[in-house]
């Protein structure tokens, strides 16, 4: 059975999904996105993730094809036509095709975004082997424009960064600027020192997290100290621990940086507890 996407308005099967030629978003990259977490067919932190969606389609002066409701209506619309259990849902949205390519846009009033949605099958998403071991990173320069606040689908150099940790004999990257560690290709990232839990503070460097944000508010709350600072690569690598947070791997620990390994080497415990208390907590308020 094909996979039931979301086009415009249109539920389809993927294999009959199409847009123009001419979408901004494919010239472009002129469009943002979202990826929410599925876990027992309910999704977790959507309030987060369309709050964040709304104020980058603000930054950008693009127009919001649909409202907070509606979307949730189509979440939950194809988390059930796909029978996703345990997954993702990707949200991308672009400022459409206002005719000819042009790297003037038009005003936002007068041209209908493109929405696309559609669904990935994760099963076990939360029991992740990997999680279980821990991750390997390397350290990039972090390259990208200044606007990382913005949650864009300029995603080239962070596959680059991923690419460049594969072939390293890694799993992921994190990148570095001015010395400091801004953020991993695809997540938020964090050092564990004498149990401080220590990130960079929010900016337009980094990605405003929704994961970041719960993870950060569950540890407040179990009485963790949370320290956000920058810091830098050669700090993490004398770190206890280190983990990185994001919607599809919600709290991954980190036990290798640039080769150098972390503790014993295997997941730390801060790291574990975090995972616990994300996955307990988040599941409480899944909708």
């Known amino acids: 059975m094909s996979r039931i996407v979301y086009v415009n308005g249109d539920y389809l099967p993927e294999e009959e999904a199409k847009i123009s030629i001419f979408d901004r978003g494919f010239l472009m990259a002129d469009g943002v996105y979202e990826v929410?977490?599925?876990?027992?067919g309910k999704l977790l932190d959507f309030g987060g993730h369309a709050a964040r969606l709304e104020r980058s389609l603000t930054e950008l002066d693009m127009a919001a094809p649909a409202t907070?409701?509606?979307?949730?209506?189509?979440?939950?619309?194809?988390?059930?036509?796909?029978?996703i259990v345990d997954g993702l849902v990707y949200l991308q949205i672009t400022r459409g095709a206002p005719g000819d390519r042009d790297f003037a846009f038009p005003d936002?009033?007068?041209?209908?975004?493109?929405?696309?949605?559609?669904?990935?099958?994760?099963?076990?998403?939360?029991d992740s082997p990997q999680a279980r071991a821990g991750i390997k990173v390397i350290s990039v320069p972090d390259i990208r424009w200044h606007r990382r606040d913005i949650k864009t689908v300029q995603l080239l150099y962070p596959s680059m960064a991923k690419m460049m940790a594969k072939k390293a004999g890694a799993d992921d990257a994190w990148m570095v600027e001015d010395g400091y560690v801004t953020e991993g290709s695809s997540n938020n990232a964090y050092i564990v020192k004498g149990g401080k839990i220590i990130t960079r503070q929010l900016s337009n460097d980094i990605l405003h997290g929704i994961t970041?944000?719960?993870?950060?508010?569950?540890?407040?709350?179990?009485?963790?100290?949370?320290?956000?600072?920058?810091?830098t690569i050669d700090e993490a690598k004398e770190a206890d621990e280190a983990l990185v947070t994001s919607a599809s791997s919600f709290v991954m620990p980190v036990v290798e940086i640039d080769g150098v390994a972390l503790g014993d080497g295997t997941p730390g415990r801060v790291a574990r507890r975090l995972r616990e208390i994300y996955l307990d907590e988040s599941r409480k308020t899944a909708i």
């Open 108 to 126: 936002p009033a007068t041209t209908p975004s493109t929405i696309v949605l559609f669904t990935q099958n994760k099963p076990g998403l939360a």
């Open 68 to 83: 907070t409701e509606e979307l949730l209506e189509i979440h939950r619309a194809l988390v059930e036509k796909n029978g």
């Open 36 to 40: 929410t977490s599925v876990l027992d």
């Open 212 to 231: 970041r944000a719960a993870v950060l508010r569950f540890a407040r709350e179990a009485q963790m100290e949370v320290e956000e600072r920058n810091f």
